[in-house]
């Protein structure tokens, strides 16, 4: 299977920023989509940002000219720089991931996965 590991989470005071990376290791043959997820307490999950294996992004209009979704598929990673962040921004950040990897007996499979999640916190 394909595993995600999420870093870069951390408490910032309101207006700071913080970079996150989701890091996708395994028997990966491609990475299609990666999504950026949050989900604050007691509130749904909400997407925040995609991009595609191509670099095309799209985001929540909430983060619009504040979030950067970018990757590096040469390293398998996926970042998200978080800019002037607002205290409802406090969240646990989720990446997820579909794509391409070589399952048993060597048959490629599709996979669809999720990191453990980081904690970003925003004092006001």
């Known amino acids: 299977q394909v595993q995600l590991v999420e870093s870069g989470g951390g408490l910032v005071q309101a207006g700071g920023s913080l970079r996150l990376s989701c890091a996708a290791s395994g028997s990966i043959f491609s990475i299609d989509v990666v999504r950026w997820y949050r989900q604050a307490p007691g509130k749904q999950r909400e997407l925040v940002a995609e991009i595609t294996s191509g670099g095309s992004a799209n985001y929540v209009d909430s983060v619009k000219g504040r979030f950067t979704i970018s990757r590096d598929n040469a390293k398998n990673m996926v970042f998200l720089q978080m800019n002037s962040l607002k205290p409802e921004e406090t969240a646990v950040y989720f990446c997820?991931?579909?794509?391409?990897?070589?399952?048993?007996?060597?048959?490629?499979?599709?996979?669809?996965?999720w990191g453990q999640g980081t904690q970003v916190t925003v004092s006001s």
């Open positions: 997820n991931a579909d794509g391409t990897y070589k399952g048993i007996y060597g048959i490629w499979r599709q996979f669809n996965s």
